[in-house]
């Protein structure tokens, strides 16, 4: 079954509001009302909606601001934006640079509207880089971040999850799925208050973060901490206690599985050796092997300069 598509409104006028969320409603969609006094960045952090309807007729400057705000954030990008107009409007918007996807005017034609949901839709699904679990940008946009941080005072950063295999196993799809989300903000959140970066996810458990060179250390430990205290309520006392549970390896034979951990590999790009993207793979890859070797969670930055 189809989860429904979360639509954040934002907009001072509160029977515009009351009026879109009952007509989204009746097509099947949860739709959330905000004023422009609440702290709608704040809101979407801590719940991304599927996509956003903002009136820009009401306020048009605070409108950009948000607007402009989400389009600057990676992890927010990709959230189709549809903006409310008036007709007088209209021709003051610098169209050719606004960072909206789409927009109606008002009054509302909701067979319009609805339209315009759904070919925004559409269109984000050709378009669709990012990881749908997570949201993080995906392969393409991974490979692109790492060729502009080439010869940068920055570090690419590989970030795997150690025995999530026996842990998905053992406890459901489900579970392993929301320790991937929990993992995806915790990173994006680490990257974002150390002045910004970049967030990645390759796929299944393993992800990628850049950010600068002075910024590594604390934002690998502060990945690290966070994901090991929140990691901890997924375990009863008794598994806590005792530093693992029986689970199925990767031969199929029942072990003792310990807790998850994560291991992070810092590849420097002002490195002379670090000339191509295959070559940031291969050296993340060897330190993740290294750091794996440890059942807790450890970072690793590479300290070779040249080869």
Not at 172 to 190: C, K, P, Q, T, W
């Amino acid at each position: 079954m189809l989860l429904p598509i979360r639509i954040a409104l934002v907009s001072s006028d509160a029977q515009l509001i009351s009026q879109l969320q009952l007509r989204l409603q009746s097509r099947g969609h949860q739709a959330t009302g905000m004023s422009y006094i609440d702290s709608v960045l704040g809101a979407f952090y801590s719940d991304p909606p599927d996509l956003l309807i903002i009136d820009l007729s009401s306020d048009c400057n605070a409108g950009t601001t948000i607007v402009t705000a989400l389009r600057s954030d990676s992890f927010f990008s990709t959230i189709p934006i549809i903006g409310l107009v008036s007709d007088r409007d209209s021709d003051s918007i610098p169209w050719e640079t606004y960072p909206l996807d789409d927009f109606v005017f008002l009054p509302l034609n909701f067979g319009e509207l609805f339209c315009r949901i759904a070919l925004s839709f559409s269109r984000l699904k050709r378009i669709f880089d990012n990881n749908p679990l997570t949201r993080l940008p995906g392969n393409t946009s991974i490979q692109r971040a790492i060729e502009d941080a080439m010869g940068k005072s920055q570090a690419v950063c590989h970030v795997d999850i150690n025995h999530f295999k026996p842990y998905n196993d053992a406890f459901g799809f489900s579970h392993g799925d929301e320790v991937l989300r929990m993992l995806a903000r915790i990173m994006f959140n680490a990257v974002r208050d150390a002045g910004g970066g970049f967030c990645g996810h390759i796929g299944g458990d393993d992800f990628v973060f850049i950010v600068s060179l002075t910024q590594l250390e604390p934002v690998c430990k502060t990945v690290i901490d966070h994901f090991d205290q929140i990691v901890l309520d997924l375990f009863d006392e008794a598994t806590k206690r005792q530093g693992y549970y029986n689970g199925t390896n990767r031969k199929g034979e029942m072990e003792k599985i310990p807790l998850l951990s994560i291991s992070i590999a810092a590849v420097p790009m002002n490195s002379d050796k670090i000339r191509h993207v295959a070559k940031v793979a291969e050296v993340a890859a060897e330190l993740k092997k290294l750091a794996k070797e440890s059942e807790k969670s450890q970072y690793l930055v590479d300290q070779r300069k040249s080869e």
